[in-house]
């Protein structure tokens, strides 16, 4: 397996990445897309929302291959205010169902963590859905509470308002 940024996403790539977050969503992950939600939607949303900050410098996308296949992704923000040039977001954690359970997402966070400090970034801010198995993980790495959301957003099949938990981490401390 590798763990690294992609700079340009290729032809190839922005397939294997529609298919990981669309079989994310269809298998309830809530990272912002309810269903219906179909492979083209998430293309689009890779195309037009990922690939034009990646090439501006604001966000770096970072994926774990498998066989040749994207397995996993997960993206800093770097385009943070001027008040907070120390700060990133960390976003859309992704491993394809297939592939869960083998350390890959923890092998990407502590890859986002390295690019963060590479980038001067000292404090990582993110949330998560309220118990989910990702808030397991980030608060095993490190990451702290600062707070619970009640009724954030819906959940993919918009049957129900879920909570959001935010976390943070001061990194090098
Ligand atoms: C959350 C997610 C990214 C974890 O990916 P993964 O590669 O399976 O995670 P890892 O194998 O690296 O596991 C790391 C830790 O996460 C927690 N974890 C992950 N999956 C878990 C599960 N099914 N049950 C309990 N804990 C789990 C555990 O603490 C685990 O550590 P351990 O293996 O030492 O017990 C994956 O399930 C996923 O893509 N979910 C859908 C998308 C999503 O919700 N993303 C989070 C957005 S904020």
Sequence with gaps: MT????TTITND???????LLHACVHTGASVSFVLPFEHEDAKQWWLTKVAPQITQGNRILIAA?????????VQLLLDTPPNQPHRADVAKL???PD???QGIARSLMLELEQQATNHNRTLLTLDTVT????????????YHQAGIIPGYALNSTSTSFEPTTILYKHLGS
Excluded at 13 to 19: C, E, I, P, S, V
Excluded at 65 to 70: G, K, L
Excluded at 131 to 142: M, N, T
Aim: aromatic content about 2%.
């Design 131 to 142: 118990g989910s198995h990702a808030q397991a993980l980030y608060e095993d790495l490190g």
């Design 13 to 19: 790539q922005l397939d294997q990445l529609a298919t």
């Design 65 to 73: 291959t498998q066989n040749h296949q994207i397995a996993g992704a």
């Design 3 to 6: 763990i690294e940024p992609i």
């Design 99 to 101: 592939a869960r359970r």
């Design 94 to 96: 992704l491993v394809h």
